[in-house]
């Protein structure tokens, strides 16, 4: 089984900042796939980015990026330039390679933005 | 397009009695979830269908839980009889294809409080 970990139950940052939120997850998996999705506080969950795990490269998404470092099973997401609607719960998720499985998520973290 | 249409948004009911929710995935959409998140934790998946086949209900609690996608399209998920436990947010989910990683599109969810 799958689990995904994320540290930080909550952080605040002041607007045009930067923020990092942290994940890490235990897999005996080789072939998978890593997401972060935003709920707003209107629950609707978004993806904001996605990772394949047999790729090298990180992911980017306009201010979004990820640092996903596969041999430590660490995969954070980076906000450049932080907006005040970005202010939502974030959860990281991971999916076993054909999506067998669903989506196993993290607890999440609360990101507040702050004028 | 429109997103994956859900209801009831919200729903309040006592102990012992029933309650049902309704999803309507994306157009074309074959794969459809239904996931459980519980206040202050990320969703967990209960049920996962593969047009009208459900492939992965191994977290459903079926002594109380019970689904259906009649036709591979719209998805209805019972509980009978409902439980304090049960308060949670269900959400549905739907993805274009089976065995290829697809990117999972939420619905706004139904929010169950029993009482």
């Known amino acids: 089984a799958q689990t995904v970990t994320q540290s930080q139950p909550e952080m605040s940052v002041q607007e045009a900042e930067t923020v990092t939120l942290s994940c890490t997850y235990d897999t005996s998996e080789n072939n998978y796939y890593l997401f972060w999705y935003k709920q707003p506080p209107s629950r609707q969950m978004i993806l904001v980015i996605r990772?394949?795990?047999?790729?090298?490269q990180n992911a980017t998404e306009n201010r979004f990026s990820v640092n996903f470092q596969k041999a430590a099973k660490s995969f954070s997401l980076k906000i450049s330039d932080s907006q005040l609607g970005d202010t939502a719960m974030y959860f990281c998720a991971f999916m076993r390679g054909g999506g067998a499985d669903g989506l196993t998520f993290g607890k999440g973290t609360h990101l507040i933005i702050q004028p | 397009e429109a997103g994956v249409v859900q209801s009831p948004r919200y729903k309040i009911i006592e102990k012992k009695q029933p309650v049902a929710f309704w999803c309507n995935p994306i157009?074309?959409?074959?794969?459809l979830y239904w996931y459980r998140q519980n206040l202050g934790q990320g969703p967990e998946l209960l049920i996962r269908?593969?047009?009208?086949?459900?492939?992965?209900d191994s977290q459903l609690p079926k002594d109380r839980f019970s689904a259906e996608r009649l036709k591979g399209v719209d998805s209805t998920l019972k509980i009978q009889p409902a439980e304090l436990g049960d308060s949670a947010v269900y959400l549905c989910?739907?993805?274009?294809?089976?065995?290829?990683?697809?990117?999972?599109?939420f619905g706004p969810g139904t929010r169950l409080l029993v009482l």
């Open positions: 269908y593969e047009n009208e086949e459900a492939v992965d």
């Open positions: 157009s074309g959409h074959n794969t």
């Open positions: 989910a739907s993805s274009p294809r089976r065995g290829i990683w697809e990117t999972q599109y």
């Open positions: 990772q394949e795990a047999y790729k090298q």
